[in-house]
Each structure stands twice: as C-alpha cells, then as structure tokens.
C-alpha cells in the first residue's frame, strides 16, 4: 500500500473528529510528547527524559504557571516499538485552579520498504486529569462590613465540590522522508482529548474541547557548522487557533567537536508573540530559554512581557554487551 494512502486515510480521520483550552507551550518542538504521541520513542538514542516549566503574565496578573515532565524510551527487543509517560502540572489564577495530568504513551514505527527513504508512526496517549478549585482565595460580599473586606468573616456559601477528575484520550501520527543527504522532512497529525470529558464543577457541562496539532519541519544541514530546523505548528481548540513560525539554527561552534553546539531560535505566534530561543547542546545533554515579547492587544497592560519558558533534556542510550566467546585452542594448532 502507497504511503500516501496511509498519510490521507489517518488525516482525513483526524478531521471527521473535530468539534476550555490545554496547557499553552511555546517550544512545541521541544516538548515532543505533548505535542503528538507518535513521538514517543521517536529518537536517535534509547531514552529520553524532558522537563519544561513554564511563567506567563506575571507582569498583568497572578502568574499562571505550569511544568511538565516526560519520559520515552525504544523497545529493547523490537526498535518499533516506543512508550513512555509524562505528567504536567499547572496553577491558574488568583483562585489557585490546579491541573494535575498523568498521561502513558506508545507508539509504533511503520515502513513501507527498507528501500525506501521515508516511513510512518502511530502513536496513543491515555491521561488521567485531575483539577480543583481553592474557593478559600476568593473573595464574596458577605466578607464586607460595610467598610473593609475581611477573611474571617464567613463568606456564608457552601461549595458541594473543590475537584473534578476524568480520562482523556489522544492519537497522533507522523511522516518523515529523507529528501536529500541533507534535507529531512518530517510532517505530523495530532488530536487530544478525543472523548470530550466534561470538566465541569456543580452539574454544569464543560467539555473539555478536542485539541488539534499540525506541525511541518525540516532538518536542513547546510555545513558542518550551520544546521537550520525551520517549522510550522497550527494548533487549534476550539474556539482558540495559533499558528506558530520560525526556524531554529544549531550552530557548531568548534567544528571537531561534535555534540556541542548553540541553538538559536526566533518564531512568531500569529496575532500574539515573538519568541526569542537562546540555548546549548553539549552532548546528551540540551537546554534552551525562550522567552515571549508579546504583541497581542494586551501590550499595554503587559508592556511586551508575556512569558518565559525553560527546556531541559537528556538522551542516553544502553550499554552494549561485548560478549566475546571464549575458546580454548586446540594444541596442534
């Protein structure tokens, strides 16, 4: 079966499923496994452990902060074969409305003949979410005596619940094809939440909104010194659409050292950010900054200051066995 038969039939599925917003990452390529998990397991070594926090609106409001962790690793046995698990953690608001998710992953790689220079993976994600709200930070009228707002005056309301827990469920896929010796493109097809789980707190229904990720990069090698990663994300939950752009160069500073490069990144979010990358490979190991300038209509209030986000990540791979066999020789020889 063509390739592309493949590539059409699992977009064209992705599309039929479309109908409050997900946690909000600017280094999108960065975090692999929340952004399709068809990633997982998609890497060069065999294991790979990421952590992302993230700082946003600090200068307008309360901060809304969030983290995640995730770890993926490739089948010892059968090479295929990824899986792997994250968890992210986020803080909105002065209400303090926290978000704990733990989700598992797999995935599985696919090729169409060893001869040919591209292949496809499938990948699946099952999440456990868990929110709850902190109704002791707010503030009601009941706490006015007529002059000053005091907590220790009862507020005089009576809260049924304080969290609310659900499964969600994501598929995704992904297409890499070797273009030339240098040139590497790979496209991918993402959607999270594809049951829709209420999210609601007192009965109302609050559908958690399917969320679809379309992403494009290239991994272009122009020298031995200059490596550009220029890329296209299209997310899209309704109501909310963001479209991001931009490229990223690795820049090989001591050209007969390999693994030790600087990353440069700037990428422009539609209607809303530039976004600044600064940051290091040194081996396994790759940390990056990136911070948003904001150009949204809320420039005023925040004066360009929207977030800043932090990226680490380590790949290692196993230990080869030398086993050697051991013979005794022979006298006659």
């Known amino acids: 079966m063509k390739i592309q038969l493949y590539i059409g039939i699992l977009l064209l599925l992705f599309s039929k499923f479309g109908n409050a917003q997900d946690m909000h990452w600017s280094l999108t390529n960065e975090n692999a496994l929340y952004q399709n998990p068809a990633n997982t397991g998609n890497i060069e070594e065999d294991f790979r452990i990421t952590a992302s926090t993230r700082d946003q609106w600090r200068s307008v409001t309360k901060p809304y902060q969030t983290q995640l962790l995730t770890f993926d690793l490739i089948n010892k046995y059968n090479r295929k074969l990824g899986y792997g698990g994250s968890i992210i953690h986020d803080v909105t608001g002065d209400g303090i409305f926290r978000t ?18 591209y292949n496809i993976r499938a990948g699946m994600d099952i999440g456990y979410k868990n929110n709850q709200m902190n109704f002791s930070n707010y503030m009601f009228d009941n706490q006015y005596d007529g002059f000053i707002y005091s907590n220790y005056i009862p507020s005089n309301e009576k809260f049924i619940t304080q969290q609310k827990s659900n499964l969600t469920i994501g598929i995704g896929c992904l297409f890499s094809k070797i273009i030339t010796k240098n ?52 997310t899209h939950q309704f109501p909310y659409k963001e479209l991001l752009i931009g490229t990223k160069c690795n820049l090989n500073l001591l050209q007969n050292i390999i693994n030790k490069e600087l990353l440069l990144g700037l990428y422009f979010r539609n209607k809303d950010a530039i976004l600044l990358q600064l940051g290091i490979h040194l081996n396994k190991f790759v940390a990056s900054i990136n911070y948003d300038v904001n150009t949204s209509q809320l420039t005023k209030a925040s004066n360009g200051r929207g977030a800043i986000e932090l990226n680490i990540q380590y790949l290692w791979s196993r230990k080869k066995n030398n086993n050697l066999m051991h013979k005794k020789c022979l006298d006659y020889l």
Do not use: C, D, H
């Open 100 to 117: 704990i998710e733990g989700k598992i992953n797999a995935s599985y790689l696919f090729k169409e003949s060893k001869k040919k220079a």
């Open 183 to 234: 040139i590497m493109l790979t496209i991918g097809s993402s959607i999270f939440n594809l049951n829709q789980p209420n999210q609601g707190f007192y009965g109302l229904i609050v559908p958690r909104f399917r969320r679809y990720n379309y992403s494009m990069q290239v991994k272009w090698i122009i020298n031995n010194s200059i490596t550009l990663y220029p890329s296209i994300n299209f």
